[in-house]
């Protein structure tokens, strides 16, 4: 356990380094941060076209409760970048697991979620209105974080096995969040098969603990709602271990996994 832990604290190290490395403070304040922030106001002013400052302010904290679950998602595409980079035959032939490696190189994702999200809203707040309990917003948007790495773990597992399909999932996982995990609309608005699907992802619950918290503060109902998000992260988080744990043994010991991209 400590050593996998001192291997997390390396790669979590070196996944920051390399955030830094992609961004200047300009860039990300004045070309990520500014591209984002339009994102989420764009499907905030759609409230107004199809309904009133209830659902702009339904449309608003969803989306930059999506912004927080956009990052630690990204940690599939990335990981599945590693092939590419030469970093798993070395990986490989390690006698330890995967998962502390790729699980630590990704972790800054959900510092970067959390503090993206907070900065879009404080910065759109004011301009739609928002007049809730606006502090207890780090507490729900962390939820939705450590929720979503866990699902961003397990597309990692998925996305090693082909460098190609990095993207592809990325992109499926984190629109299907979007349309049913009650971003622009109520989850319930859709059948009951997909309202339990949602049940199974992030974001679902740690949305609708965030909504309650935001509206009247702390709640047995809200931190309850939290606690399902992270329970499904853990639930997640445990699926990628067995992948991870799956692809490595397995590849090991038939020679299948294929290093060559």
Do not use: C
């Not at 900065?119 to 939705?144: C, E, H, K, R, T």
């Amino acid at each position: 356990m400590t050593a996998a832990l001192r291997i997390a604290r390396n790669a979590a190290l070196v996944g920051y380094l390399d955030v830094r490395a992609q961004y200047t403070w300009k860039s990300w304040l004045f070309g990520w941060i500014v591209r984002a922030t339009a994102q989420v106001l764009f499907f905030t002013a759609m409230g107004l076209l199809v309904g009133g400052r209830d659902l702009v302010l339904f449309a608003f904290v969803g989306n930059v409760a999506a912004r927080a679950a956009q990052a630690p998602l990204g940690t599939g595409p990335d990981t599945a970048w590693e092939r590419g980079l030469g970093t798993l035959p070395l990986l490989v032939v390690a006698p330890r697991s995967m998962l502390p490696v790729f699980g630590g190189r990704s972790a800054f994702y959900i510092v970067q979620g959390l503090v993206e999200a907070s900065l879009i809203f404080v910065i759109l707040a004011p301009f739609v209105g928002f007049s809730g309990n606006w502090w207890w917003l780090p507490v729900g948007l962390l939820a939705i974080s450590l929720g979503a790495y866990g699902l961003g773990l397990f597309l990692a597992a998925i996305a090693i096995r082909r460098l190609r399909i990095g993207n592809i999932l990325f992109n499926l996982v984190f629109y299907t969040l979007i349309t049913i995990g009650g971003v622009n609309v109520a989850t319930s608005v859709f059948p009951t098969w997909v309202q339990r699907t949602a049940d199974l992802l992030p974001l679902h619950h740690g949305l609708l603990g965030l909504r309650e918290l935001l509206a009247t503060g702390p709640s047995r109902g809200a931190f309850g709602q939290l606690g399902l998000e992270l329970l499904v992260g853990v639930g997640w988080f445990l699926i990628a271990l067995v992948g991870f744990r799956l692809f490595a043994e397995g590849g090991r010991r038939d020679g299948t996994i294929d290093l060559e991209e």
